[in-house]
Structure formats: structure tokens, C-alpha cells
């Protein structure tokens, strides 16, 4: 068996903050900076290059396009990543443990997911025992979809996912495997040599260290020519198995939780097809740390959705037609418990989804600065 991988720079609590090391005087973090710098430069020097064929041809074909949106995104994203690990390692956030469960968390995940699979033609299979932890439900719902921002972004063809329980101590554990290589058979001395596949440590991976650590879980990783199992260890889980005694209790010295960004990273689909208000949609979630990306018709977030879904849809009013109730139904087919935001023609207040008959939250036209960085806080924290 490899040598799992191990993190590469002590956990936070073992090290006094006073005592911390400066990005750059720490290896890690200077790598990090260097990978970030990398990833954005390639994915923006690639989406140069067909802007600046689009600007000398005029034309640009549909896979031409999508390629130009890909590249985009993906330095977008590592931007992203980079922010959120910086906030995450500052120590200034205050985690609010409590008693989740794990399994549901993870179920519901691939239900969300389950587009974005199918879409890559992968296999997933899962195994969720039902386990309850302690932990910070908005670092803890973070976590796993960055497990499985890394593992689908990777994965080949077949991708597990396991909730454990290990007999002793009573830890729950989260495991992903999946296969990274499908092509024929490796030369023997790869097979022998492969200990540490530095292909999978991408910007995912590192969000993934980062968000672990926060919470203070154990992390091993072993790196097959072919496959690579993740396993990720939570200290402190619930246990009936101990005389009916939880094997942890909640901590009631924590401080509630100042988190500047909650749902840093969380994907959201606007859906509005008049300039001014995406604009106030894209000023209202500016210092969110979400990712939002805009489409001006029904038809396009038809597209937008048919490979993989969003974590939320902000749509304007006057496009809530038939087809895109249609829609609505067909998400939540699949994702009960989806996350929409309607913005009204008019008004000044806003309604949670548990305040009308339709279960959809709404924003005034008029509140959408003030009103809809509460309304999507409410909403997406309520489906972590």
C-alpha cells in the first residue's frame, strides 16, 4: 500500500498564532501562491488567444464558445479558492458546532450533484451509513462539496463515496476513491515508483486541506497509479454505541459565529434579462464570496442547468412564465429542497420561502441591495 499523503504544514492548533509563519516565509503557501498565479494564467492565456481570434475572424463556433466559457470559469474559480483559503486560514472564524448528520449531508449532495455526474458520464457509487457528527454546519456543507468539486473534476469513470463508523475509537469516517487514469496499462516501473500523484493536488485539493483543517479533521490520502482514496476522519462524532452516551458532547464555550462570508463559494444562477437589475444583483452579492453568473432568458438557463445545477436561482418576476415553472418543477424533481429567490416588479421588503404558499422566497425591486444578501444567506444556509 502507498504512504498516504499527509498535510503539508502542521495543523493551526499546533502552532501558536503569534508564532505563525508569513505567506512568505512559509514553503506552502508560496507554492500555493505560485499554483494559483499558474492556474489563472494558463485558463485566461487560452481564452486570450480565441478572443483575440473572435476579434480577427468575427466568428467563433458553439464548442469554440463553451471551451471560452470553460477557461473562464476555471480562473474565476481558482481565484475563488484562493480567497476563501485565505479566510479560512486567518483563524478569525468562529465556528457554531452542532449536531449534524453526515449521511443526510452527503445524500443530498450527490442528489445536487447528480447532473454534473451524468453529464461526465461517470459512475457513482455510494455507501452512507448513517453517522452523526459535531461540527460547524456551514464549514462542514463547504467541505463536502469541495470533496466533490476535487473528485468530479478528476474522476475518470467510477467515483465511491462511504460514510463509516470505525469500531474504535468511534470516529466517523467520510471516504471518497475514484479512478484518475482509464487509459491501458502502465509501465511497470510507474506502477512501482507512484507514491504521490502530483496531478491530482489541483486548487480543489487545497481548498479541501484547508477547510479540514479549519475544522481540525484528520486527512489521509493514498495516490494509486490508478485510483486514490481520500479518507477523512471526524473526531468528534456521535455515538449511541457507548452505554447510550454520545462518544462527544457540544461545546458550549463557542462564540456565536462572526463569519464575514458563510457561503463563500456557493454557486448562484441569476436569471434577468434587464441590465439594471443585474446590475443591483451583481452589487448586492459583490462582497458574498459567491459565485454568480448571469443568462437573460428562460432558454439560456435551460442550458445553463442541463449539465449541472447551481446552488440557488435569483430570477426576475416577468420571466416566470410557463416554461420556467416547468423548470422550476423539473429542479425540484430532483432537489426538493432548491433554493429560489423571486424578484418582484415592485416593493420594498422581501419574504422568506417559509412565509408563502409557493415555498419560494421574494425580493422587491426596490430591496434587492439591501434585502437580497439576507434572503440568500437565509436561504442556502437553511439546505446546508
Known amino acids: 500500500m502507498n504512504a498516504p499523503d499527509r ?4 495543523m493551526s492548533a499546533d502552532r501558536p498564532p503569534k508564532e505563525a ?12 501562491i505560485s499554483q494559483i498565479g499558474s492556474d489563472i494564467g494558463q485558463s485566461l492565456t487560452s481564452a486570450l488567444e480565441r478572443v483575440t481570434a473572435l ?3 468575427g466568428k467563433i463556433d458553439r464548442a469554440g464558445l463553451k471551451a471560452l466559457r470553460d477557461e473562464i ?3 474565476r474559480r481558482a481565484g475563488m479558492i484562493g480567497q476563501q483559503m485565505a479566510r479560512y486560514a486567518s483563524g478569525r472564524i468562529r465556528q457554531v458546532p452542532e449536531q449534524l448528520s453526515l449521511t443526510t449531508l452527503m445524500r443530498e449532495i450527490l442528489v445536487q450533484r447528480g447532473r454534473e455526474a451524468s453529464a461526465r458520464n461517470l459512475q ?4 452512507l451509513r448513517p453517522v452523526d457528527v459535531i461540527a460547524d454546519a456551514t464549514l462542514l456543507h463547504a467541505l463536502a462539496q469541495a470533496v466533490m468539486d476535487w473528485a468530479l473534476e478528476l474522476s475518470r469513470s467510477t467515483l465511491e463515496l462511504r460514510v463509516e463508523l470505525k469500531s474504535w475509537p468511534a470516529h466517523a469516517l467520510l471516504v471518497c476513491r475514484f479512478d484518475h487514469i482509464t487509459d491501458q496499462a502502465l509501465p511497470e516501473e510507474v506502477v512501482a515508483s507512484t507514491d504521490h500523484v502530483a496531478s491530482l493536488d489541483t486548487m480543489s485539493w487545497r481548498l479541501v486541506q484547508q477547510i479540514a483543517r479549519t475544522l481540525q479533521l484528520g486527512v489521509d490520502r493514498v495516490d494509486g497509479p490508478r485510483d486514490c482514496v481520500l479518507t477523512i476522519d471526524f473526531p468528534r462524532t456521535v455515538s449511541e454505541q457507548l452505554d447510550g452516551v454520545s462518544a462527544v458532547e457540544i461545546d458550549p464555550g463557542f462564540a456565536a459565529s462572526d463569519n464575514s462570508k458563510p457561503l463563500a463559494g456557493s454557486h448562484v444562477l441569476v436569471v434577468a434579462s434587464r441590465r439594471d437589475l443585474r446590475n443591483d444583483v451583481r452589487e448586492a452579492t459583490r462582497h458574498m464570496g459567491l459565485l454568480v453568473d448571469f443568462v437573460n432568458s ?3 438557463a435551460e442550458e445553463f442547468v442541463r449539465d449541472a445545477l447551481p446552488h440557488a436561482i435569483v430570477y426576475e418576476s416577468a420571466l416566470a412564465g410557463d416554461r420556467f415553472q416547468r423548470l422550476c418543477e423539473g429542479i425540484l424533481g430532483e432537489v426538493p429542497n432548491f433554493v429560489f429567490i423571486e424578484i418582484a416588479e415592485e416593493g420594498d421588503g422581501f419574504q422568506l420561502s417559509s412565509d408563502n404558499e409557493q415555498r419560494r422566497a421574494s425580493v422587491g425591486r426596490n430591496a434587492v441591495l439591501e434585502s437580497l444578501p439576507s434572503a440568500l444567506l437565509f436561504e442556502l444556509s437553511r439546505t446546508a
Do not use: K
Request: charged share 35%; glycine share 0%.
Open 21 to 32: 509563519a508569513r505567506p512568505s516565509d512559509d514553503p506552502y503557501w508560496r507554492e500555493l
Open 124 to 127: 457513482i457509487r455510494q455507501s
Open 298 to 300: 428562460v432558454d439560456e
Open 55 to 57: 476579434a480577427t475572424t
Open 7 to 10: 498535510l503539508p504544514y502542521p
Open 73 to 75: 470559469d476555471r480562473a
